[in-house]
């Protein structure tokens, strides 16, 4: 993944005053059952200061990893290891954290600050990149990374191990990318390292550049019928 490529992470809000200019927005959305702070109503609508910044959903920190003590169990970390889940477009990144009809989303943009070895499972391997006897195995990798999860925590232990193991190989890598389980057109990308540097306090890796707030205004479900089938519908 190379230096300069953006990527999204999204998190559901679940009360605007979490948010750094939550009094900002409340002006902006006309939130009715939040009481408005200084400064007065025409003196947000006339600044424009606010209206330019970056930053309108959670702030760098609050759109970062979280910290290891506040880490459940995920498709690619264990419990108690940090790890940063980002899409590489904003729609996919909103899809995967679940959010609700009439839920507000922050969504921030990520810009990877080098040059970033990524072990790749949305690739289709050529003869030339996999042997044939690997090439089954790594689909099926593949398939169970992009799997819906039905069991909980313990679904993802296979993942887990999986992502683990590829962490450690020789040439370590930085991450890995592999397609959303929940929106069929998208990607994800895991980053490995979320420690910051002792001298910026910043990612080593990435900067969270901006943030946005979505509105989620509907949810779109397909499905079809399986059972029973026609044929056991019918009377005979």
């Not at 809000?13 to 002006?27: F, G, N």
């Not at 600044?47 to 169990?73: L, M, V």
């Not at 020789?170 to 390292?193: A, P």
């Amino acid at each position: 993944m190379c230096k300069g490529k953006k990527i999204f992470r999204a998190r559901l809000i679940e009360s605007i005053d979490e948010l750094p200019k939550h009094t900002q927005l409340v002006v902006y959305l006309s939130i009715d059952d939040v009481s408005l702070q200084t400064p007065p109503v025409e003196q947000l609508l006339n600044n424009e200061t606010w209206k330019e910044s970056p930053i309108w959903g959670f702030d760098a920190e609050g759109s970062d990893a979280p910290p290891n003590d506040k880490t459940p169990n995920g498709r690619i970390n264990p419990v108690g290891m940090s790890y940063l889940y980002t899409s590489e477009d904003p729609h996919t990144a909103i899809v995967e954290v679940r959010p609700t009809i009439e839920q507000m989303v922050s969504v921030a943009e990520v810009e990877i600050k080098k040059d970033l070895k990524i072990f790749d499972f949305c690739i289709n391997p050529t003869d030339g990149d996999i042997a044939d006897g690997q090439r089954g195995i790594f689909e099926e990798i593949a398939r169970h990374l992009s799997m819906p999860n039905h069991m909980g925590g313990s679904g993802y232990y296979a993942t887990q191990y999986i992502s683990q193991y590829i962490k450690k190989l020789r040439g370590s890598f930085d991450g890995i990318r592999f397609r959303s389980s929940l929106h069929k057109c998208g990607v994800n990308i895991v980053l490995f390292d979320t420690t910051k540097d002792e001298e910026t306090k910043e990612p080593r890796n990435y900067v969270i550049k901006n943030s946005s707030v979505h509105y989620v205004d509907n949810i779109t479900i397909s499905e079809s019928k399986v059972l029973p089938t026609d044929d056991d519908d019918s009377t005979e």
